[in-house]
Every structure is written in structure tokens, then in C-alpha cells.
């Protein structure tokens, strides 16, 4: 079975999230917004593909604060992790975001918040984890 790390700090969302995933999508899923914890699930291959929402405003990593665009260059900048598909998840989703939060952090796809479409959602996942 396929692991979801949803990276998420509303907890309203991530269990929105993790029920589309569960029931919908036969998925498996852990949540954090624990960046050091990312690092290792992402690293030691727990996880198939991440949900990274844009903007956590209470990560912290090495004592610097950082948001999603942050935390998934960093993984897209580690071999290890660099192939690990990373869906970013926000709610900005003013005209333009999409292209400047892709180019800037080498996510693989993008989803705005608040998912309305669950079918879509699951599918977008899906196309992703499909590619390994």
C-alpha cells in the first residue's frame, strides 16, 4: 500500500485530507508538521509522496523558521529524497501562484485549499504515484 505524508499544521485539514486518502484512495497515511520528522520519513523511503501545505507557520528547522516552499527544496536537493513526488497544498491560490510556487520550490503538482473536488484530488495523487 502507498504512503501519504501529509505535511499539514491545521489538523482540521490534515483529517479531511487523511479521510479522502483512506477511504477514497486505499491510501496509507501519516501527518507531521514536525520538519525534522519530514526529513526522516522522507529520507528512509516511509513515504510515496508528499502533501506539503505552503505555508507552515510554526516549522522550524536547524533553529530557522521555513515554510513548505523551503522544505520541499530541500528534499528536491537531497538525492536521496529528489525523486520523492511533492504535491504543494495552499490556499493562496491567487492568479500567478501556482507557476511561481512550482518554479521556486521543483514541486511535481500543486492543489488549492480547500478541496472541493475529491475525485480530482485523489486522481491528481494517483497520476503521481503511478509515474515511479
Known amino acids: 500500500m502507498k504512503t501519504v505524508l501529509i505535511v499539514e499544521d491545521d489538523l482540521i485539514n490534515a483529517r479531511v485530507f487523511s479521510k479522502?486518502?483512506?477511504k477514497r484512495g486505499g491510501l496509507d497515511v501519516k501527518h507531521t508538521e514536525n520538519?525534522?520528522?519530514?526529513?526522516?520519513?522522507?529520507t528512509a523511503g516511509e513515504a510515496d509522496i508528499i502533501l506539503m501545505d505552503v505555508s507552515l507557520s510554526r516549522s522550524v528547522y536547524q533553529g530557522r523558521?521555513?515554510?513548505g516552499i523551503k522544505i520541499t527544496?530541500?528534499?528536491k536537493?537531497?538525492?536521496q529524497?529528489?525523486?520523492?513526488p511533492i504535491i504543494l497544498v495552499t490556499a493562496h491560490a491567487m492568479e500567478g501562484d501556482r507557476e511561481n510556487f512550482l518554479k521556486q520550490s521543483?514541486?511535481?503538482g500543486y492543489i488549492s485549499?480547500?478541496?472541493?473536488d475529491h475525485q480530482q484530488f485523489i486522481e491528481q495523487i494517483l497520476a503521481l504515484l503511478q509515474k515511479d
Open 73 to 75: 527544496q530541500m528534499l
Open 81 to 84: 529524497t529528489a525523486k520523492l
Open 106 to 108: 521543483g514541486a511535481d
Open 65 to 67: 523558521a521555513v515554510d
Open 35 to 42: 520538519v525534522e520528522e519530514v526529513m526522516k520519513i522522507a
Open 20 to 22: 479522502i486518502l483512506i
Open 113 to 116: 485549499k480547500p478541496v472541493v
Open 77 to 79: 536537493a537531497n538525492a
